[in-house]
């Protein structure tokens, strides 16, 4: 169920945005489907790890924005895990 929570709070928010956040959904999407696709579940820890992850990895300037607002997102956004 608290997948269910993450997934939802998070489109739900970044729907509501339009087009304003185009390119932090887009990444927000690939991280969400790659962790299924690895553990089979999404937690909030996982999200924010693997964009920690990117964030340490990256070197394009834009692209660390990018990172960074998704990273400010999910924070934001997303209740606190469990585990």
Do not use: F, W
Request: include cysteine; proline fraction near 1%.
């Amino acid at each position: 169920m608290q997948q269910n929570t993450i997934e939802s709070d998070l489109q739900s928010y970044l729907h509501s945005t339009g087009d304003q956040y185009a390119e932090e959904k887009e990444v927000i999407g690939i991280i969400v489907k790659s962790l299924i696709a690895e553990r089979g579940r999404v937690t909030n820890k996982a999200i924010i790890m693997s964009l920690i992850a990117e964030l340490e990895s990256a070197t394009d300037i834009e692209q660390l924005d990018v990172l960074r607002n998704c990273l400010e997102i999910v924070v934001g956004r997303t209740p606190n895990d469990e585990d």
